[in-house]
């Protein structure tokens, strides 16, 4: 859509995917990226980690079940997707903004590692029936939004 931020973050991922559904059924997954940019100092001859970005994800429905089954914590990825800022106020009555990226593509990086592919036969990211029936899985504010689409 026109005016949305779309970016692409290289990272590793801090923590493993979070699978949860939303009372409708859809699946969303939930990690954090972390990008860590790196520079020659050439004075010292040494590599300098700058200040890391940590990023919050969402991914959805057969997507989200492949990243939760396909990664985790401490993997190099490429994830790119609309960046979203987002206003709130904390218990003590703070006001915070966060920023979160609705992603569309993630993938494992495969600078330092191999992978092997499978192609899912997808289920389109819902859960089976008489899992859907047991209600929401979800508490997570993140997890109960649709997508816009």
């Known amino acids: 859509m026109a005016g949305e931020t779309v970016i692409t973050v290289v990272g590793n ?4 995917p979070e699978l949860r559904f939303t009372p409708s059924g859809a699946a969303v997954a939930k990690f954090r990226v972390a990008s860590t940019p790196r520079t020659l100092d050439r004075q010292a001859n040494e590599w300098k980690d700058g200040e890391s970005l940590f990023l919050t994800c969402a991914v959805w429905r057969q997507s989200a079940e492949n990243v939760a089954e396909s990664l985790q914590r401490g993997m190099r990825v490429i994830v790119q997707g609309r960046l979203k800022q987002r206003s709130y106020e904390d218990r ?12 569309e593509e993630v993938g494992a990086s495969l600078r330092n590692a191999t992978a092997r592919v499978t192609k899912t036969t997808g289920g389109g990211g819902q859960r089976p029936a008489a899992a859907a029936a ?6 997570a504010p993140w997890a109960t939004q649709e997508p816009p689409f």
């Open 13 to 16: 991922l801090v923590d493993d």
């Open 92 to 103: 003590e009555g703070v006001k915070r903004t966060v920023y979160e990226l609705d992603v």
């Open 134 to 139: 047991q209600g929401p899985a979800v508490d």
